[in-house]
């Protein structure tokens, strides 16, 4: 079962309409690739129909994904606890480097954020889930595990 944001859901429904809209432009780049004749040596038609098949791909994944997500309740949530969608100030307690973590559902891919994404499966977001204010968290990464002090939830 997977958690999202209600942002985050709506996020992915404007994605997967703005898919399904792409549907009669492939369909016209096909039919004009097909217009030009030998099918056996036209690259645009293979590149047209290469496009429609990871566009009918993403569709299906979103609509799929769509069905099966629960948004989250913030107003069910202890406000001492982070949970999904939550901004967290952590404390790098190797380094006393402090920084600001928004556990999300999925990435947005926006790197000039104020605070950097998490997604709830990676280590980081595993260890942060319904911890509190003021407690230490270990997250085992590739190089090493890692101790932070959640700070503050803003």
């Known amino acids: 079962m997977e958690f999202v944001t209600a942002e985050e859901k ?16 492939i369909t016209l780049r096909i039919a004009e690739a097909r217009a030009l004749g030998d099918l056996k040596e036209n690259a645009d038609y293979h590149a047209a129909r290469d496009d429609q098949g990871l566009n009918e791909a993403e569709i299906r994944r979103l609509e799929e994904r769509i069905a099966s997500v629960n948004v989250a309740n913030a107003d069910e949530i202890p406000d001492d606890m982070v ?3 939550s901004i967290v100030k952590l404390c ?4 006393d480097d402090e920084d600001l973590y928004k556990l999300v559902g999925e990435s947005s891919g926006n790197f000039d954020a104020e605070e950097i994404e998490v997604t709830v499966s990676s280590p980081m977001g595993q260890a942060l889930m319904k911890a509190r204010a003021g407690e230490e968290i270990k997250v085992d ?3 090493g595990t890692k ?3 959640i700070i503050e939830i803003l």
């Open 83 to 85: 949970f999904l969608g």
């Open 10 to 25: 709506i996020q992915l429904e404007e994605k997967l309409k703005d898919l399904i809209e792409k549907r009669p432009i």
């Open 147 to 149: 101790r932070f002090k």
């Open 92 to 95: 790098d307690l190797d380094d």
């Open 141 to 143: 990464l590739p190089r």
